[in-house]
């Protein structure tokens, strides 16, 4: 597999540098940079390398490790980037900075993975090609898809209404912590257990039950302080960003518990039912993102898309039934997780009453209270959640 890798970003990076060179006109004068085509072959070969040998590290389940290893990279790209800035290198000392952390790093991804590149054989790369003809063409309609709410609102609505949507969509990020994290691990994880012929159904359960954690109380408490969190932070001319604050925290929700269901299609081999499923999402997305942008301005691309995230989810639920036993859709945790929400809303609303937010102070109060009330009540009534608590603090003692 390392080997298949290193052959085939090899041929990327080849044709890309062919393409750069026969362009290097036109890119030079679209980024107004005069190396742009050298900095383009140059990130290509570092950081592409080094993010594909991440995906190797993740897909052997060494999900903690890959992050670590991306965070040293992060801690060494500034000093780099600061130090050759300052030495004069100006915008191509933050280009080289990156790409020389990413090229230390390599090594060190290599060693953990603890295999050597070897020439892929024929049988390796049919299977690998009867795998990639789904899962490529999967993850570029994922990426349009995630994005597709800042493209539709740039070409129908003015900048302002890009603003606020980014505004909102940063704001809810870290919703999505733990599926993102997860993600990898799980489909790896059940990718081998299917394999070896056993049951999938308990890691799965196990993933859903804690994806949405951060996303349920992100929704809860946009609701209660959208405005005020938004107008806080950027100013009252922002506040129409509020509304969508609400809408996102929302899809934040439908999105952790769906992603881990594509990633156990992806597991069980199925890229092709992935493939499906973000395809027809995408064109429902487009259509209905259009229709109700142009009717109903900015919040009318994030209905579109809870939409269809509702039904990426149902349909990944019914093709997953076809190849699974049946499984919970709401373990209890996961309704814990929502009654300690509720709790939460419910203390801070109150809060509320007796406390003007006038800047950060109040505000954090209120946020504060909330995460002490939403920690404690899950704790309280979570037995699993416990278990989980000790276990990691035992670990790492």
Do not use: C
Not at 295 to 311: K, Q
Not at 313 to 326: G, I
């Amino acid at each position: 597999m390392l080997g298949a890798q290193i052959a085939g970003n090899s041929i990327w990076i080849a044709l890309v540098s062919i393409g750069a060179l026969l362009f290097a006109g036109k890119i030079t004068s679209y980024t107004g940079l005069a190396k742009a085509p050298l900095f383009l072959v140059l990130l290509l070969s570092t950081v592409g390398m080094f993010s594909t040998f991440q995906s190797l590290l993740k897909g052997h389940g060494r999900v903690n490790l890959a992050t670590w290893v991306d965070t040293l990279r992060s801690y060494l790209t500034l000093p780099f980037q600061v130090g050759l800035v300052l030495f004069g290198w100006g915008a191509a000392g933050m280009v080289y900075g990156l790409a020389a952390a990413s090229a230390v790093m390599i090594p060190l991804t290599l060693y953990y993975l603890g295999t050597s590149p070897a020439l892929p054989g024929r049988t390796q790369l049919r299977s690998l090609w009867e795998y990639a003809q789904y899962s490529i063409p999967s993850t570029a309609f994922n990426l349009i898809y995630n994005r597709l709410d800042i493209l539709v609102l740039g070409a129908l609505l003015t900048p302002s209404a890009v603003g606020y949507y980014d505004i909102a969509w940063k704001l809810t990020l870290p919703a999505m912590f733990v599926v993102q994290a997860a993600g990898p691990s799980l489909m790896s994880k059940l990718s081998a257990l299917d394999a070896a012929g056993e049951a999938t159904n308990k890691d799965l359960v196990n993933t859903l039950s804690f994806t949405s954690i951060f996303a349920i109380p992100t929704f809860v408490g946009a609701v209660i302080l959208h405005r005020d969190l938004v107008v806080t932070l950027y100013g009252p001319g922002f506040a129409p960003a509020g509304t969508l604050l609400v809408g996102l925290a929302a899809l934040r929700i439908i999105s952790t518990q769906s992603e881990p269901l594509i990633q156990a299609l992806n597991g069980l081999d199925r890229p092709d039912v992935t493939m499906w499923i973000t395809g027809t999402t995408l064109v429902g997305n487009v259509i209905l993102g259009i229709g109700l942008t142009i009717v109903l301005g900015p919040i009318g691309v994030v209905i579109a898309t809870l939409a269809a995230e509702a039904a990426r989810y149902v349909a990944a639920v019914m093709l997953l039934r076809r190849e699974l036993a049946p499984f919970p859709l709401f373990p209890r945790p996961l309704v814990e997780q929502m009654v300690a929400s509720l709790l939460m809303g419910g203390t801070v609303l109150i809060f509320s009453r007796y406390v003007t937010i006038r800047g950060w102070e109040d505000l954090s109060l209120l946020i504060g209270v909330g995460v002490i009330v939403y920690s404690m009540v899950l704790l309280v009534i979570s037995m699993q959640l416990r278990r989980t608590v000790r276990s990691a603090l035992s670990a790492s003692t």
